[in-house]
């Protein structure tokens, strides 16, 4: 495709449940980033792929957070026991650059609301 | 890690005024500097980006200046439009975190006609 496609682009869950956000990244792009963005804040790091590898992952804020790419393409952010306070905004970004200065490339974002 | 700030939270200009957004940082590791608009419910894109090597770059109507030594870098926009109206973030990233960005709490940029 011709950008980061997000999906699903709206869910509403219940506290305690299970969700998986995806994220498609621009085609070639070696480099996959989530973010989570709350109201009125910076997108804040969770982690980051090179690869089929998580390269870094010292901003999952506890372990309900995992994130996959299995085959070094599509992602998919799993959020277990679903809290009121994951409620976010959370952003996928790619980038062509192997750990360089390059730009990242969001997607329109999954918004993610736990009731 | 990384710690970015960012001021002034929001700023309101007139048209045809400049603005100056400005942002520290704290892990003198750091060596790119992006800067990011956010319009109201999209996605965040890259503006503009500076890397240590370089004290100023500039882009048409932006520009954006870094000081290693005091660890700060500054958004100017000169001659605002309307069109600039928009939340912008600073951010910075070093190898040692793979180049993940580390955001600013952005600044609501209100350019009135």
């Known amino acids: 495709g011709a950008g980061v496609s997000q999906t699903p682009s709206n869910k509403v869950t219940e506290k305690g449940k299970y969700v998986e956000l995806r994220c498609d990244p621009i085609s070639g792009h070696t480099a996959l980033y989530w973010y989570r963005q709350s109201l009125g804040q910076g997108p804040e790091f969770l982690i980051y792929?090179?690869?089929?590898?998580?390269?870094?992952d010292s901003g999952l804020p506890n372990d309900r957070f995992f994130a996959v790419r299995p085959e070094g393409s599509v992602s998919t952010l799993k959020i277990q026991r679903t809290e009121r306070g994951d409620s976010a905004v959370y952003l996928c970004?790619?980038?062509?650059?192997?750990?360089?200065?390059?730009?990242?490339?969001f997607g329109e974002g999954s918004r993610l609301t736990v009731l | 890690g990384e710690n970015v700030e960012q001021h002034p939270s929001t700023l309101s200009v007139q048209e045809g005024d400049s603005a100056v957004i400005k942002c520290t940082y704290s892990?003198?590791?750091?060596?790119?500097f992006p800067w990011y608009k956010q319009e109201l419910g999209k996605r965040p894109q890259l503006i503009i980006d500076i890397r240590s090597n370089v004290g100023e770059k500039k882009d048409q109507r932006i520009a954006v200046t870094l000081n290693k030594t005091a660890k700060h870098f500054s958004l100017h926009i000169t001659e605002t439009q309307p069109e600039d109206s928009a939340v912008y973030f600073c951010a910075a990233s070093t190898i040692n975190s793979g180049y993940a960005l580390n955001f600013g709490k952005g600044t609501s940029l209100l350019v009135t006609p």
């Open positions: 970004a790619s980038s062509l650059s192997s750990g360089g200065f390059g730009e990242l490339f």
């Open positions: 892990d003198s590791a750091s060596n790119y």
């Open positions: 792929f090179q690869g089929t590898g998580a390269a870094d």
